[in-house]
């Protein structure tokens, strides 16, 4: 069974662009979570979205943003990207949510210049 | 301003010894725990949960224990082993589905 997939790898924008992040998740799982990790801040949790609704959010501002497809597959969107905004962003899947396992992607590395 | 990085704490065993990771939680409330363990250059792997309702839970290799009258959670990774070498973290879920992580551990094993 293929593992969950992020993409791009790796991004590089300038303060003020927007960005989206893909993430596919294992087949048959349709929670989708988001988490970004910064040496700074360590590992934090952005959001979760199942069945293409979002179910619990972290504490970050509206900038931050996703939404989930109907084949479970997710996106993240950053708008007006700040300095700090600099992080890994890893997405995780599972079949009922943040409980239990979830299956890490190998993150989107975001250099914000 | 700046940020600073976060200085991990590191825990370095001998290969075959027994090792024990901790983690202060912040919220009472909380009702489910996580570890993960993280290696260079990849996503974290789940470990082992627990429930609040539980004190103690054992996998292959690694148990761990919950203390919620000092809010505090262990992993004990038995016969540690070279491939046990990476950052581990906890975290806590709140009630409302939030989880919220710890600032890991390094685990450092040498052979």
């Known amino acids: 069974k293929a593992g969950v997939t992020q993409t791009p790898r790796y991004l590089i924008k300038t303060r003020g662009q927007q960005v989206t992040l893909s993430c596919s998740p294992i087949s048959g799982h349709r929670s989708v979570s988001w988490y970004q990790q910064t040496p700074g801040q360590g590992l934090q949790f952005l959001f979760e979205y199942f069945s293409e609704t979002q179910r619990n959010k972290g504490n970050f501002p509206g900038r931050f943003s996703g939404r989930q497809f109907s084949n479970s597959r997710s996106e993240m969107n950053v708008s007006t990207l700040e300095l700090g905004d600099s992080a890994l962003y890893l997405c995780a899947s599972s079949l009922a949510g943040v409980e239990g396992t979830q299956y890490f992607g190998p993150g989107t590395r975001l250099l914000v210049l | 301003g700046e940020s600073v990085g976060l200085h991990l704490p590191t825990l370095s065993v001998q290969e075959g010894d027994n090792s024990i990771i901790n983690c202060a939680y912040s919220?009472?409330?909380?009702?489910?725990f996580i570890w993960y363990k993280q290696e260079s250059g990849k996503g974290p792997q789940f470990i082992i949960d627990i429930r609040s309702n539980m004190d103690k839970r054992q996998g292959q290799r690694v148990t761990v224990l919950l203390n919620k009258t000092v809010k505090h959670l262990s992993l004990q990774i038995a016969a540690t082993q070279p491939g046990d070498s990476a950052v581990y973290f906890c975290a806590e879920k709140l009630q409302g589905g939030k989880l919220i992580f710890g600032q890991g551990t390094e685990l450092s094993v040498k052979p």
């Open positions: 919220n009472s409330a909380s009702d489910y």
